[in-house]
């Protein structure tokens, strides 16, 4: 099992910037992919950005440019670093992680912190 904790959200004004981290614990050897995902009030769970454990990233197109995910692998850490939020970044931020060991792929979330733009 793993077990993915994130901190980090909080409330920030439109422009502002915040740094989400998602620590990994447990059985995180099998970890290759990890990444953050979003929910907003009413709408389903989107991709952020993901990285690999060779460091290849990969961004949504509504983000790219604003936000920066990077990872630890000393720390088995990843990060997000958010910059010119908007409003409608508002949502409750997920950290995921893809492991793979004896041929069986495992998903792993978090429990979620939020992030609030708002003036």
């Known amino acids: 099992q793993v077990q993915l904790v994130e901190s980090g959200g909080g409330l920030v004004q439109p422009g502002g910037s915040l740094r989400l981290s998602c620590a990994a614990s447990g059985n995180i050897f099998g970890i290759y992919i990890m990444g953050w995902y979003r929910q907003a009030p009413g709408k389903q769970r989107s991709l952020v950005a993901t990285?690999?454990?060779?460091?290849?990233?990969d961004y949504a197109d509504s983000v790219k440019g604003r936000v920066t995910i990077s990872r630890d692998n000393a720390k088995n850490t990843v990060y997000l670093q958010m910059n010119s939020l908007k409003p409608e970044d508002t949502a409750v931020y997920y950290c995921n992680a893809w492991s793979l060991a004896n041929l069986i792929r495992k998903e792993y979330w978090g429990q979620g912190t939020q992030v609030t733009v708002s003036s």
């Open positions: 990285v690999t454990n060779t460091g290849n990233a």
